[in-house]
T-cell receptor, first 111, second 109 residues
Framework: SQTIHQWPATLVQPVGSPLSLECTVE??????LYWYRQAAGRGLQLLFY??????ISSEVPQNLSASRPQDRQFILSSKKLLLSDSGFYLC??????????FGSGTRLTVV | GENVEQHPSTLSVQEGDSAVIKCTYS??????FPWYKQELGKGPQLIID?????GEKKDQRIAVTLNKTAKHFSLHITETQPEDSAVYFC????????FGAGTTVTVRA
């Protein structure tokens, strides 16, 4: 069966520090991968998606970047965090017509 | 692109009563409509979905209806229980999933 792993679960980082969040998927090949952000009490904002290694599409211009160095690995990064980067970050995999499976999320607090 | 609107944004119901969440979509090419439940501090989980060739689908206490002509679909939860308290998201898909803004459901004991 397919599983998705996301870590860390919580992270507190100072403004200006770098960020690296990792997501891996098991049990499937060449998955479509997604990064979402959820501000407190808000909806799901699509940040990036990837249909293959090295292929990244950005939905919203911002202080973040994404990379897909391996087939089942998706990384969300920032060189210098802003206060506004705080939120709940979710990785997901799947196809639009079959639904997405979400990871357990990373709660990022920038202080 | 697809635009999904979801109402209400918050919903408080007495335990045992029914809850209904409604969504509308804009792209008539959308053909897949999943619903997700997100508990506090967790990722959303798929609870039920419906495709455009079906008008209604039921799974125990939850059901979803779809009106393609009007481009709206609804989630119905019957005999609500405290564990139904969560945020619910609808979504619609043509080539990419677009999510509604979410509904916070609180079931009062």
């Amino acid at each position: 069966s397919q599983t998705i792993h996301q870590w860390p679960a919580t992270l507190v980082q100072p403004v200006g520090s770098p960020l690296s969040l990792e997501c891996t998927v098991e049990g499937t090949s060449n998955p479509n991968l997604y990064w979402y952000r959820q501000a407190a009490g808000r909806g799901l904002q699509l940040l990036f998606y990837s249909v293959g290694i090295g292929q990244i599409s950005s939905e919203v211009p911002q202080n973040l970047s994404a990379s897909r160095p391996q087939d089942r690995q998706f990384i969300l990064s920032s060189k210098k965090l802003l206060l506004s980067d705080s939120g709940f970050y979710l990785c997901a995999w799947g196809l639009a017509n079959y639904g997405y499976t979400f990871g357990s999320g990373t709660r990022l607090t920038v202080v | 692109g697809e635009n999904v609107e979801q109402h209400p944004s918050t919903l408080s119901v007495q335990e045992g009563d029914s809850a209904v969440i409604k969504c509308t979509y804009s792209d008539s090419a959308s053909n897949y409509f999943p619903w997700y439940k997100q508990e506090l501090g967790k990722g959303p989980q798929l609870i039920i979905d419906i495709r455009s060739n079906v008008g209604e689908k039921k799974d125990q206490r939850i059901a979803v209806t779809l009106n393609k002509t009007a481009k709206h679909f609804s989630l119905h939860i019957t005999e609500t229980q405290p564990e139904d308290s969560a945020v619910y998201f609808c979504a619609a898909s043509s080539h990419k999933l677009s999510f509604g803004a979410g509904t916070t459901v609180t079931v009062r004991a």
